[in-house]
Every structure is written in structure tokens, then in C-alpha cells.
């Protein structure tokens, strides 16, 4: 674990306890809760990864907010499909539809559990999605995806996934498949958000085991693990699942996300919020190195 992963993981508690539980000892308790845990656990517990699945424990063992936090996904995706159509239609009209389509899936990365007004949603997805990946490896991602057999596309986030749905419309595979967990962790978008979004008409809807932290793990026998064996093409969403694939190096990985952890933009160069499709490659052997990427596997 780095240490930006404790200032990310207390900031994120903060914030979920001052929205569904605004009492500011119990607050206080909790973050103090995590910080003990990150002080004391086993390290392969406090691998980015495996953070998210403690903080939604922790949360619901002392301030029952599960529902809550469900709730809000179901909102967030509510918002998204509202604006679906609108999106579709700018995909549409744009002299290149699939580059478009990319940057709506990039920019919906970037909005972080929506809440508010859906004006100001409409105006920060069409804002971000005027940026341009400061890293860039679309052409060979969309390469990549029409000679695969097989596509593997990793969502991350609640309301996002149909900005990821409007992207397989224009990748427009023959045998895709799109996963996301099985039940709810915090924000993450579940099986039962991908179906709520439509998802089942440009993909089979996976669902990925509660427990996973990293896709190296997979049991050979799960329906999962033999779909992710099967796919020759992965399409990683969001900086959580770029911990759980960075190091995967016998498939085409492609990693779409918006830069908001500290961490990865130290390790890539680049800013807060930078939007970033890299070829799971260039990570591996031009940016790491194969030394430091060594060494930065045995940290995680």
C-alpha cells in the first residue's frame, strides 16, 4: 500500500459518513476505525483492490448505510439513462462516432456519484468529454477490437456503465462480454445495474465474485475465470481495476479511466483527472520498466 492510499481511503469514508450518517463522532470513530486497519492489517488486505471491500464493511458494521449507498447508485444510473439519448445523438452526429463514444465513456469515469442537478451532470459530461487522453492508445484499441474473438470490457462505476453501454454500440462486437460485481461495493456498479442500463443489448453481463482482488487470482473453474480465460481482448474501466489487471501481461489489455488517484499519476506522468486509454504494454514496458515494475508488484 502507498501512502496516498490512506488520505484516499480516510477522505472517502469522510465523505460517505457526512452524506448518510452527519454525526461527527461517530465520523471521527470510523475514520480512526480505518486508519487502525491500514496501521494493522496483513498486507495483501490493504491492496488498493481490496480497500473498497473493507470500507463498505466497515461502514455498514457501524452506520448501516448499504441501502443508502444502494440507493444512490440507482439514482446515479437514473441520471445517466435521462441523458442517454442526448449522448447517443452527439455520438451520432460526430465526424468520428467511435472517438466520440470513447471520450463519453471517459468523462463518465470522471464524474464521481453524481447527485445533483441534471443540468449540471449534462454540463460536466460534455465538458470532460471535450478532453482529449493525454495518454492515448485508441487507435490501437480500436484495432485490437476488430480482430479479437472475444472482448472483455471491466466496468467500474455506478451511472457510467451507460456511457460504457453507448461505447460497445460503436465497438459493435459480435462476442462481447461485460462484468461488474456481482453485489454492491460502495459505488461500483453491480449485475443488477448493468441490466437496469441496458447493458444486455450490446453484451453478456458478467458478474465478477465478491471476494476478488486481483484477476491473477481467478479460480480456473469459475464461470468467470473461464470467460476471462477465453477473452484474447480486456477493456479495464476505472483506476480500481487497473490495480487488479496492471500486471497482466499473457492478454491485450487496454486501461480506460479519468487519473483520480494520486498514485497512478505519479507512476504515468500525468495530472489529477487526466483522461488516459492505455495498451496495457506501454504501462509494463515503456512508462514502469521492467525493474520498478517488478518492485511495484511486490508493494501491492
Known amino acids: 500500500m502507498f501512502p496516498e492510499c490512506v488520505t484516499c481511503i480516510v477522505k472517502q469514508t469522510e465523505q460517505l459518513i ?15 476505525d480505518a486508519i487502525r486497519f491500514m496501521a494493522s492489517a496483513e498486507s495483501e488486505m490493504k491492496t488498493a483492490p481490496a480497500l473498497p471491500v473493507f470500507l463498505d464493511d466497515l461502514l455498514e458494521r457501524r452506520c ?6 444502494s440507493d ?25 462516432p467511435l472517438q466520440r463514444a470513447l471520450q463519453y465513456t471517459l468523462a463518465g469515469n470522471y464524474i464521481m ?8 451532470l449534462k454540463l460536466s459530461l460534455v465538458s470532460a468529454a471535450r478532453l482529449r487522453p493525454v495518454i492515448d492508445d ?31 454500440e460503436q465497438l459493435h462486437h459480435s462476442k462481447a462480454y461485460y462484468a461488474v460485481r456481482e453485489k454492491g461495493i460502495l459505488d461500483e456498479a453491480t449485475v443488477d445495474d448493468a441490466r437496469h442500463a441496458g447493458i444486455e443489448r450490446v453484451a453478456e453481463i458478467k458478474g465478477i465474485p465478491q471476494e476478488l482482488t486481483s484477476f491473477s487470482d481467478l479460480s480456473t473453474n469459475s464461470t468467470f475465470g473461464k470467460i476471462y480465460r477465453e477473452a484474447d481482448l ?28 494520486q498514485v497512478i499519476a505519479n507512476l504515468l506522468k500525468v495530472n489529477i483527472d487526466d483522461p488516459v486509454v492505455m495498451y496495457g504494454k506501454r504501462y509494463q514496458q515503456k512508462i514502469v520498466g521492467a525493474e520498478y515494475y517488478e518492485t511495484l508488484c511486490h508493494e501491492l
Open 64 to 69: 448501516q448505510i448499504k441501502q443508502a449507498i
Open 18 to 32: 457526512q452524506r448518510h450518517c452527519p454525526d461527527d463522532k461517530r465520523a471521527n470513530e470510523v475514520a480512526l
Open 234 to 261: 480486456i477493456i479495464s474501466k476505472g483506476p480500481s481495476n487497473f490495480w487488479k489487471l496492471h500486471n497482466e501481461t499473457e492478454k491485450e489489455t487496454f486501461f480506460l479511466f479519468s487519473t483520480r488517484c
Open 138 to 168: 485508441s487507435g490501437k484499441l480500436f484495432n485490437r477490437v476488430r480482430k479479437a474473438n472475444t472482448v472483455l470490457f471491466i466496468g467500474d462505476k455506478a451511472g457510467e456503465i451507460v456511457t460504457d453501454k453507448l461505447l460497445l
Open 72 to 96: 444512490e447508485r440507482i439514482h446515479c444510473n437514473e441520471q445517466f439513462l435521462l441523458l442517454e439519448e442526448t449522448i447517443r445523438n452527439d455520438i451520432s452526429k460526430s465526424i468520428n
Open 113 to 120: 456519484n453524481h447527485q445533483g442537478a441534471m443540468d449540471s
